[in-house]
């Protein structure tokens, strides 16, 4: 009984099943069809030419976007948000040189007697410094240079000149006095369009966690010529007691402290940014010194966690 | 004989309690649920009860012995229903915690975390930015899964109810003593026990001597017909055999003494129960599709976060930098929001079923309704009302139908006077404090001649002198009352082949006549054509009996029959059913029209079945095939498949409960989305297996109800059609909603590959593509399923594609999302080089950018940047981006309306999604400006004419989808491009 009631479906029974691998193989080309990867190679084409065009005709658009508010908003000289309208602030941070090889590193490690050791860090610096002395060469700025002064601030479109020459001992033909374990590092003031420094003025407004050495020296130059007072100060220390022992004595050249006439800048063509070497005379070797080095202005604000007002470094002679 | 006792025995020791097999737990788990899907083997009713007696060591009139009793009950454990391993609510938690994206995430969230432990270990000032997202990654995957698992915890309760039905004493005889209070628990294989009116039985027994016992199966076989059982011959299907009675059936009359054949899990019932509780529903179609979807989505994530770890790797990009890439590329494929969109729009379909009296305890199951292929319907009390009525009347040449409420040529008929006062005397059903009491039929009897006149008053006029009672041999039911005119009146009532042969006259229009060999020829042909219809008939006949003949005070004596039996005058006959419910008929021509299979399965009679069946319009053409258990008991799956593919009307008759998971079963081997309808402890196991298991409120039994999906409250099955129409529009609207939530995976994914290949600072952060996946993109995703049903979602048949198609990818990936992706960066590109860092300049800055050790790097006008300045340049440029993205969304969220109408055709009528559109906004802005927040979630308070820079881009993805739209309608370029992006 159960044979007979299965003969009615015998016909179906027969279907022509296909295994996953001939499915596959039929997947990757139909011979029946021609079908490539389930099309034909002429749906491929039409699919690729439609994508083509749609790409194209998206890319076209962006493309115009771009242009247009390029062109038209965008002033190659001046940033469109300055200061406090955009993000940069009015805080600018410090820059040090010579950097490391690897730009997450800031230590400048080297053995003290080696130059193999040391030439990597004079490379950089000489290479960091070229367009302070080859100042001809560079587009524009012969003709710009203005020799500025405290009351003699340079007029529109002009420079001041950064003079580094005679900033013995840190000087190419010294090694940068790298060779005698006492490495000179060069601070630079981060640059912020428009901006310009509010300057410590009287003594009585001298913050209460500047260094002592530094507000004595302020004292005197102010006492001596009161513009020589218009200066964007720097000073450097160790960051914990240990390390400030271990520093030993700084000294900076030309001066501690970036000049007032070379704010603010404006992007003008040929513009140096003005530039203090820290010597230190006598670092203990063999061991890593954290150094900390702070710009000090009225507008500067400090805050070592976001690194606003200052630079971190290492310094580490063997 | 020897296989089928050992196959017993084998069975036997799968349910002792202890469990003796040494199998696993689980292993013993599946294999009881193998054993309780087979039909019960057994020949306990089938051989002479001597053997029995000896087999279960026992004897019929003293019992079993105490001790043995006892030993018995140590070894075999009590009679009571096991209930099935149940997993521990932490279990439960564990499992909705990994389900899905939700391992990935933790996938995510444990590497934010390493990276933070990494990240502390080796640096003195550590960013809290991976901790902060590691807790944000989890605190989703916790709500997440809390929420799937309130879902998922639904306590079984079914055995529960199961419960309820056992008896808690029962009359048992051991050591020749008959203990009245003898707990039920503790009954035993070979016991005598003693059942009588009114009594649940307590196990199931074999009948050794009854008077009258008649018992409602109604537990077993969905059929609330009493049956009569008694010590005869039994028949080799055990659920049919006459000297049977099962566990948890009700005794209605009489009384009987049987022995325990078996007890517990191993009674008919507690196969059922077991079955019920044991089985495992596939997961919903649903949430097959969403778990296809996640896994390729894993995948494709997975896949992606591969190749770009192992890119940085070759390039030479830190360890910490690829950990966080790898985060990334997993947040933005991930879409975090579907999962609570579908929750959501499943939870606002089931409010709003209830308000149609549907209640949904299974939340997927009212879109499994939409996808639903196949519905098996129980007969009784689903598609009829579990009430029988009478619905033909024929007296002499005249057929009435009742269900139209007759006309008055019935009640001038002479015949109805008489047939009136025999029914109501033959009638067993009494009426007690309103209620009418009694044998279905008796009660359809009953309430019909209620309509008319008054059968207690009748059958006080005609007091009751003597009657013969049914039994299953006379086949009628006779009885003599005396009447007011000294007379006597015999009425019968029965089969009308029987009373037939007892007839010699019938009551024509006005007068008797002779029944003639033609007479009899039209009577047998008005039987033939009731019996088609599936109705019950009955024929009625009197007879006076002179008092000249008869003395008064004569003893009627049943047994002799000292009266005439013969020479009757026949009244006429009545057809009895149980009427389909008035809506079932449309409903079900909806639901063919919808493209859904209607198929019976019903414990009944086949001509009944295939009656209603044509009645309610499951069977509308002559060769629908009846399938009868017997018959299916002999199929082999193969065999049922093949039928089931081949014939597409069909019912199944006289199916046991087995058998109904069987025929699921089946269906669902074909591929189809069952949907199983059903009132019946019967119906449990078809119901729990079923995709959808839908119950009814009133008649529905609660073991039904426990284990149903959907219930009907109000056993409206027009509610069905509803359910389907609902579920379509649940998945059509999905549709649009994964699409709008795919759509902002590209712009989510593309710029971790910018980062990557070009170098150029992160346009989008990790924190802000969960911002546009959990904050911004959720209500709209949500309020698209708010949209209304498209025209022909009930023309069309359910569902084949699936949730996520080729199509569909191509739009969201291949166009929309590309464009939106264009948007966000022109809007990044446009915000940095406000600041002061031209496009050209940001190719290849990554390296210094990243670094916090370069305190001075210069942009495009020899500006100099710290670390943290040139981040917030990044926040601003992120925030930008995310601004754009949010723009593009909104256009999208208006795109991914309609899937094929124009948008100007469609209108913006859904008011729920512009609001969430505003909502969106809203939430961007609040997210932008809220201070703290805006840290937190690495976002900027972005200048107002920012927002503006996506909106060419939006005009742009509006007009070309427009376009695409019109292609697709118009079907241009030969339909080419309705194959690419109709999803």
Redesign the interface.
Same mark, same amino acid.
């Given at each position: *009984?159960?044979n007979s /009631?299965?003969q009615?479906?015998e016909t179906?029974l027969k279907r022509n099943q296909k295994s996953a691998g001939q499915k596959l193989s039929t997947f990757f080309y139909n011979e029946e069809t021609g079908e490539f990867m389930g099309r034909t190679a002429g749906s491929w084409g /039409? %699919?690729l030419l439609?994508?083509v065009i749609?790409?194209a005709a998206?890319a076209a658009?962006?493309s115009v976007? *771009?242009a247009t508010?390029?062109q038209h &908003? %965008?002033n190659?000289?001046?940033?469109?948000?300055q200061q406090d309208y955009?993000? %940069?602030?009015t805080s600018?941070?410090?820059?040090?040189r010579p950097l490391?090889e690897d730009? !997450?590193?800031?230590l400048i490690w080297y053995k003290g007697t080696g130059y193999d050791s040391y030439s990597y860090w004079e490379d950089q610096l000489i290479d960091f410094l070229s367009v302070y002395k080859k100042k001809g060469q560079t587009a524009g700025a012969g003709q710009n240079i203005y020799n500025c002064d405290f009351q003699n601030p340079p007029p529109p479109g002009k420079v001041c000149d950064v003079d580094i020459r005679d900033w013995h001992p840190c000087t190419q033909e010294n090694h940068f006095s790298f060779h005698k374990s006492s490495p000179c590092i060069f601070l /630079?003031l981060?640059?912020?369009?428009g901006w310009r420094p509010e300057f410590y003025t009287g003594e009585d407004d001298l913050p209460q966690d500047m260094p002592v050495g530094l507000q004595e020296q302020i004292r005197n130059i102010t006492s001596e010529n009161i513009h020589r007072g218009n200066m964007v100060w720097v000073s450097c220390q160790g960051e914990t007691p240990a390390d400030r022992e271990n520093i030993g004595p700084l000294r900076y050249i030309p001066q501690a402290g970036f000049p007032g006439y070379y704010y603010p &800048?404006n992007?003008a063509e040929g &513009?140096l940014s003005p530039l203090v070497a820290v010597h230190l005379q006598r670092p203990k070797t063999g061991i890593v010194i954290n150094i900390e080095c702070r710009a000090w202005a009225r507008n500067i604000m400090y805050d070592r /966690?976001? !690194? %606003?007002g200052l630079?971190?470094f290492e310094i580490m002679i063997e | 004989m020897r296989s089928r006792s050992s196959s017993l025995s084998s069975i036997t020791d799968l349910f002792r309690p202890s469990n003796p097999t040494g199998l696993r737990s689980r292993d013993l788990s599946s294999t009881r649920l193998s054993a309780l899907k087979k039909e019960i083997q057994t020949d306990a009713h089938l051989i002479p009860l001597k053997d029995l007696y000896t087999n279960l060591e026992t004897d019929p009139v003293s019992g079993l012995r105490k001790e043995q009793a006892h030993r018995r009950l140590a070894y075999d454990g009590p009679n009571t229903l096991t209930p099935a391993t149940q997993y521990g609510w932490p279990l439960l938690l564990f499992k909705s915690l990994c389900t899905g994206f939700s391992t990935l995430i933790w996938l995510g969230a444990i590497l934010c975390l390493t990276a933070f432990v990494i990240e502390r270990a080796t640096k003195l000032d550590p960013g809290t930015d991976n901790l902060y997202l590691g807790c944000v990654l989890i605190t989703v995957d916790v709500i997440c899964g809390l929420f799937s698992f309130f879902q998922n915890y639904q306590s079984c309760k079914i055995m529960k109810s199961f419960k309820s039905m056992i008896p808690m004493h029962t009359r048992c005889t051991r050591d020749g003593v008959l203990d009245t209070e003898m707990p039920v628990r503790d009954l035993v294989k070979g016991d005598i026990v003693e059942v009588r009116a009114g009594d649940v039985i307590p196990a199931d027994i074999r009948i050794i001597d009854s008077k009258g016992f008649k018992v409602d199966n109604s537990s077993l076989t969905g059929e609330s017909v009493a049956v009569s059982r008694s010590n005869v011959e039994g028949t080799e299907n055990i659920l049919d055999s006459p000297n049977v009675a099962f566990f948890s059936a009700l005794c209605v009359e009489g009384y009987a003494k049987g022995v325990v054949l078996c007890c517990g899990d191993l009674t008919a019932l507690g196969r059922v129960a077991g079955l019920a509780a044991r089985l495992q529903p596939k997961p919903s179609p649903l949430a097959q599709e969403l778990h296809r979807f996640m896994r390729y989505v894993s995948v494709w994530a997975l896949t992606l976060g591969f190749v770009v770890a192992t890119a940085c790797f070759a390039l030479g990009y830190p360890f910490m930098q690829t950990i966080i890439f790898v985060i990334g590329m997993i947040v933005a494929n991930i879409p975090e929001g579907l999962q609570p969109t579908v929750t959501a729009s499943l939870t606002l379909t089931a409010k709003r079923m209830v308000s149609k009296n549907c209640l949904v305890k299974n939340l997927e199951s009212i879109e499994a309704l939409g996808a639903c292929t196949t519905i098996c319907s129980d007969k009784t009390g689903t598609l009829t009302e579990n009430k029988m009525c009478v619905r033909h009347i024929w007296m002499w040449n005249r057929e009435f139908m009742m269900a139209t409420d007759g006309d008055d040529s019935m009640y001038q008929h002479k015949a109805f006077e008489h047939l009136k006062i025999c029914a109501a005397l033959c009638s067993s059903a009494t009426v007690e404090n309103e209620t009418i009491r009694g044998d279905a039929s008796e009660k359809a009897i009953l309430n019909f001649l209620l309509q008319f006149n008054d059968p207690i008053g009748i059958r006080g006029n005609f007091p009751k002198v003597a009657e013969i009672p049914f039994n299953s041999v006379n086949k009628y039911q006779m009885s003599i009352h005396s009447d007011s005119q000294t007379k006597y009146l015999l009425v019968i009532k029965g089969a009308p082949e029987c009373i037939l042969t007892k007839c010699s006259t019938i009551m024509a229009e006005n007068k008797e006549v002779a029944i003639t060999e033609e007479t009899a020829a039209v009577i047998d042909k008005v039987i033939e054509n009731l019996a088609g219809t599936g109705e019950r008939i009955l024929a009625f006949a009197d007879l006076q009996i002179d008092a000249t003949q008869f003395d008064l005070n004569l003893d009627f004596d049943m047994d002799e029959a000292n009266f005439p039996l013969k020479d009757l005058r026949f009244l006429g006959l009545m057809g009895l059913i149980d009427p389909p419910r008035k809506e079932v008929r449309s409903a079900i021509e909806h639901v063919r029209s919808a493209g859904v299979r209607v198929m019976m399965v019903t414990g009944d009679h086949p001509a009944t079945a295939r009656a209603i069946a044509s009645d309610v319009g499951i069977a509308t053409q002559r060769d629908c095939r009846v399938v009868t258990g017997a018959e299916l008991r002999r199929m082999t799956p193969d065999l049922l498949t093949k039928t089931l593919e081949k014939h597409y009307e069909i019912v199944f008759a006289r199916t046991s409960p087995t058998q109904k998971l069987q025929i699921v079963e089946a269906c669902q081997k074909l591929g189809g989305v069952v949907a199983v309808t059903g009132d019946g402890v019967n119906d449990a196991p078809a119901l729990k297996c079923a995709d959808i298991g839908i119950s009814m409120g009133i008649t529905g039994s609660q073991v039904s109800q426990h284990t149903a999906d959907i219930i009907l409250i109000d056993d409206n099955f027009a509610t069905i059609v509803v359910g389907i129409e609902e579920g379509r529009k649940i998945f059509d609207n999905l549709k649009k909603s994964v699409c709008y939530i795919l759509i902002s995976n590209v712009p989510e994914i593309f710029p971790v590959f910018m980062f990557v290949l070009f170098s150029i600072p992160l346009p989008l952060g990790v924190m802000t593509i969960l911002c546009v996946d959990l904050g911004t993109d959720m209500w709209p995703a949500v309020a698209l399923s708010f949209e209304q049903a498209e025209s022909d979602v009930m023309s069309r048949p359910p569902r084949a594609g699936p949730l996520v198609s080729p199509r569909m990818l191509a739009l969201t990936y291949g166009h929309l999302g590309l464009m939106e992706f264009a948007a966000g960066m022109f809007a990044y590109f446009v915000v940095m080089a406000e600041f002061g860092f031209y496009p050209k300049d940001l190719f290849g800055i990554r390296k210094q950018w990243d670094c916090e050790a370069v305190n001075d790097l210069p942009d495009s006008l020899g500006q100099e940047w710290t670390y943290w300045e040139r981040k917030e340049a990044e926040r601003a440029g992120q925030a930008a981006y995310f601004a754009a993205v949010v723009v593009a969304q909104m256009t999208n969220g208006i795109i991914c309306k309609t899937r094929y109408n124009s948008i100007f055709h469609v209108g913006m009528r859904n008011m729920v999604l512009n609001m969430g559109l505003v909502f969106e906004l809203l939430l961007a802005c609040f997210v932008c400006y809220t201070p703290g927040l805006n840290t937190f979630l690495r976002t900027y308070p972005l200048p107002l004419k920012w927002w503006f820079l996506a909106l060419p881009y939006s005009a742009l993805m509006f007009a070309f989808d427009e376009l695409r739209k019109y292609c697709i309608r118009k079907r241009l370029f030969r339909a080419w491009y309705n194959n690419i992006t109709l999803y």
């Open positions: *009984m159960q /009631k299965f009615e479906f179906d /039409k %699919i439609f994508y749609f790409y998206l658009l962006f976007c *771009m508010f390029l &908003y %965008i190659p000289r001046v940033p469109r948000l955009g993000v %940069i602030g600018p941070g410090l820059g040090f490391p730009v !997450r590193s800031t /630079k981060n640059r912020i369009f &800048y992007n &513009y /966690k976001e !690194r %606003i630079v971190h | -």
